[in-house]
């Protein structure tokens, strides 16, 4: 039973270019999360999904792109890179609401050179 | 007021004592708690939800819940080095439906 995954696991790459960051889960979860985990920010919520093609912004959305067509894949595109995006991306899954247990994957480290 | 408060530590601990996490919020109507573990380039794993006031067990882990006075701990009994990771405290905001992170403490259990 994988759970949720995540890929590539590790990234490197340059300004400007497109990233897309795969996460896929065997759960058949409803709601999906993408975060990022920064020093002295914490986890913060960048986009997350209801279900299948509904999404929407959490609390730091600039800059990246979120599209849901199945319920187990949440991919996150990071359209025009910047350093600033340098980050470890977690993906994460509950049951059924918000407020159930969130999962997560084993993250994406990305760097933006 | 941040909305999630930890100390970030770190808390150290002698190996088999217990280690106290301590964490307060500003949302009065926040009703779901969790617990996460996180060591060191791994993701958060979730130790323990809570959603009463009041005390949960579950092996060494101990949630401790006080609604009215904002804050949740979580106790760990008889420390191990493999204690060792960040812990990141969690809540449910109904108010913008999300879930909030606290930055996490540091704990270090020492042998």
């Known amino acids: 039973d994988a759970g949720i995954t995540q890929s590539p696991r590790y990234k490197i790459t340059e300004t400007g270019r497109q990233v897309t960051l795969m996460c896929h889960q065997t759960w058949s979860h409803s709601y999906m999360f993408w975060y990022r985990q ?14 299948a093609d509904i999404t929407d912004k959490g609390e730091v959305p600039d800059g990246y792109v979120v599209s849901r067509s199945k319920t187990e894949n949440f991919p996150l595109t990071l359209e ?33 050179l | 007021q941040k909305e999630v408060e930890q100390n970030s530590g770190p808390l150290s601990v002698p190996e088999g004592a217990i280690a106290s996490l301590n964490c307060t919020y500003s949302d009065r109507v926040s009703q779901s708690f969790f617990w996460y573990r996180q060591y060191s380039g791994k993701s958060p794993e979730l130790i323990m939800s809570i959603y009463s006031n009041g005390d ?9 819940l006080n609604k009215a006075s904002q804050y949740v701990s979580l106790l760990i009994r008889d420390s191990q080095p493999s204690d ?3 812990y990141l405290c969690a809540l449910y905001m109904e108010y913008g439906n999300k879930l909030v992170f606290g930055a996490g403490t540091i704990l270090r259990v020492k042998s």
């Not at chain 1, 914490?42 to 279900?51: C, E």
């Not at chain 1, 470890?88 to 994406?108: L, W």
């Not at chain 2, 949960?56 to 401790?64: N, V």
């Open chain 1, 38 to 51: 920064d020093l002295g920010h914490g986890l913060r919520l960048i986009y997350y999904s209801a279900a």
């Open chain 2, 56 to 64: 949960k067990e579950d092996g060494r882990f101990t949630a401790q």
């Open chain 2, 84 to 86: 060792s990771a960040t």
């Open chain 1, 80 to 112: 025009s890179a910047t350093r600033s995006q340098t980050s470890v991306y977690f993906c994460a899954s509950s049951e059924i609401r918000m407020a159930d247990t969130q999962y997560f994957g084993p993250g994406t480290r990305l760097t933006v």
